[in-house]
C-alpha cells in the first residue's frame, strides 16, 4: 500500500462520525447497510451521513453497490486489510505476534 493512500485512509477515520460509520459498517460485514439504516443507526442526518460516506469511500474504506432501489455500503475488508498490515509489518523488528484468544499482541 502506498504511503499516500494510508495518509488519506487514516485521515478519513480521524474524524468521530466517520470512525463510526465505519466500525458499524465491519460489524454489518458483508451484507452492509443502506444510508438509511445507518443514519438512524448513528442519528446522523442524511447530509451529514452522505459527505462522511463520500469521504469514506475516497479513501477507499468503503465501497457501495445499487441493490434494487437502494444502495448499499459496506466496509471495503480488504483495504482496512491492507492498511492493518502497513501498519504492522515492522513491528517488533520483524518478530512474530503472539495470539490469544481474539487478541493479537506484538512480541516487544
Known amino acids: 500500500m502506498e504511503e499516500q ?13 466517520r470512525l463510526r460509520v465505519f466500525r458499524l459498517l465491519v460489524v454489518a460485514g458483508q451484507q452492509g447497510m443502506t444510508p438509511g439504516a445507518l443514519a438512524e443507526s448513528l442519528e446522523l442526518p ?3 451521513l452522505s459527505f462522511h460516506l463520500k469521504e469514506l469511500s475516497h479513501a477507499g474504506l468503503v465501497t457501495q453497490e445499487r441493490v434494487s432501489r437502494n444502495v448499499v455500503y459496506r466496509a471495503s475488508f480488504d483495504h482496512m486489510n491492507d492498511l492493518l498490515t502497513y501498519l504492522t509489518e515492522n513491528c517488533c523488528q520483524g518478530a512474530e505476534c503472539s495470539v490469544e484468544g481474539t487478541t493479537t499482541t506484538c512480541a516487544c
Open 46 to 48: 442524511a447530509a451529514t
Open 5 to 17: 493512500h494510508v495518509v488519506r485512509s487514516l485521515a478519513a477515520l480521524a474524524q468521530t462520525h
